[in-house]
């Protein structure tokens, strides 16, 4: 691990004044970044400990909740609103990590979780264009059994590594960021880059800029809503697919619905034309079918993982069919 | 910089880059808290902080300034054992012993969170108050310790004869 100093924040202000003035990192819970810094693939000169602001949660009248960046994740899945209200959220994050590693990490810290691509760590052996950019990509022609699927670049093929954002993704969330500048809030669905000739910059988070919130807006459709993760060992492992979705029924119509894929892009993949290709149409088998063609339809797969494809059809299909059966 | 560990004040200077693991083992000389893999795969290294479970290997020192951190060497009285290591004994709950004092640091964490009512993946019903210790839940909630030797049979009967409720 490189030196750096550390320095805790005493308010989200300071936090900014000081990692404006240095080449600095915020530091969360640590259990990417610590891991990072110690690979040596993040070598930041100074750490500005976060972990201590704003953290909690607040219910709103109107039924959204304000999520502070700061929260546990823990907190977060043990939370009665987002168990009752937003199940596919407590879902997403239980399905993710273990539980000491939960209790450490924050909810900022999850959202700005690198991809855990092998050829993106072995540093020593390995091209990757994230880690130097203009180098190579070694997975595009190697082991890319995990890789992505969706939204990839000649650049890049890595996949994001969170569950709790391909909830989030689905339920509309709202990150909420502040850096010099100011603040202003942006979509989680447009918070993450899909890699392009770029895949070094992952998040449109600028220079000293801040999570300092996640809010949800209210959502009626996410009673009746939940996450599967299909990985490789029953717990504690990576997606290889993953679906977060919500369903809200009308007389076996679907009034309302929400999809979003992990394990498959470089981003949480919200399933925007799976989503068209449903609204309005009968609850069936065949329609969630149709709905999941029409997501993938343009799916690439590469040497490995061309089995992920089908796998995502069969998750949200019976995904969506363990939802439509669902009392609520 | 000042901690309380197993109860005790110590205080140690260090370089910002120690986690809490090394603290621990190289500056406190508790090497009881094991470093299996030193990135948060394994849970050789699970400690109490707060009565909470976490990695020490992924936790940098200075960030638990001022908190309460417990060990496997914290647990029991002196020369006493904890209810929970007698029963890995008596379960044949290991064979090499490296993963044990993780696996004995969270189940205790684990026991917290479930009087507390935390969810887990295997919690069917996320609405209710009250989690049943299943042989499903005691297996999810400990998929973070790893166990190379496989003694994970044992394992499981020792913490549901401490956690478990007895059936109906």
Known sequence: MNPFTYTRALDTSDAIRLASAYQAKYLGGGTNLVDLMRETLERPTALIDVVNLSSGIEERDDGSLLIRAATRNTALAEHRAVRTRFPVLARAILAGASAQIRNMATVGGNILQRTRCTYFYDKDGSHCNKRVPGQGCDAIEGFNRNHAILGASPACVATHPSDMCVALAALDAVVHLRSTNGVRTVPLTQFHRLPEGRPELETILGPAELITAVALPPAAFAVRSTYRKVRDRASYAFALVSVAAALELDNGLVKDVRLALGGVAHKPWRAWKAEAALKGQLATEENFRAAAEAELAEAKPLRDNGFKIGLAKRTITAVLNELAEVRV | ?168
Do not use: W
Not at chain 2, 27 to 54: F, M, N, P, S, Y
Not at chain 2, 95 to 111: F, L, N, R, V
Not at chain 2, 128 to 134: A, K, N
């Open chain 2, 1 to 168: 910089m000042q901690f309380t560990i197993n109860g005790k004040p110590i205080e140690r200077e260090f370089d910002p880059r120690t986690s809490l693991l090394d603290l621990l083992r190289e500056h406190a000389g508790l090497t009881g808290t094991k470093k299996g893999c030193d990135q948060g795969a394994c849970g050789a290294c699970t400690v109490l902080v707060d009565h909470e479970r976490i990695l020490s290997c992924l936790a940098l020192a200075v960030q638990y300034e001022g908190r309460s951190i417990t060990t496997i060497e914290g647990l029991a009285p002196d020369r006493g054992l904890h209810p929970l290591q007698q029963a890995f004994i008596d379960h044949d709950g290991f064979q090499c012993g490296y993963c044990t004092p993780g696996q004995i640091c969270s189940a205790i964490g684990m026991a917290e969170e479930i009087r507390r009512g935390t969810p887990s993946n295997a919690t069917c019903n996320l609405s209710t108050e009250r989690i049943q210790l299943s042989c499903d839940e005691l297996r999810e909630r400990m998929s973070g310790n790893l166990c190379r030797c496989g003694a994970y049979n044992g394992i499981v009967d020792a913490i549901a004869e401490v956690y478990a409720e007895p059936r109906e």
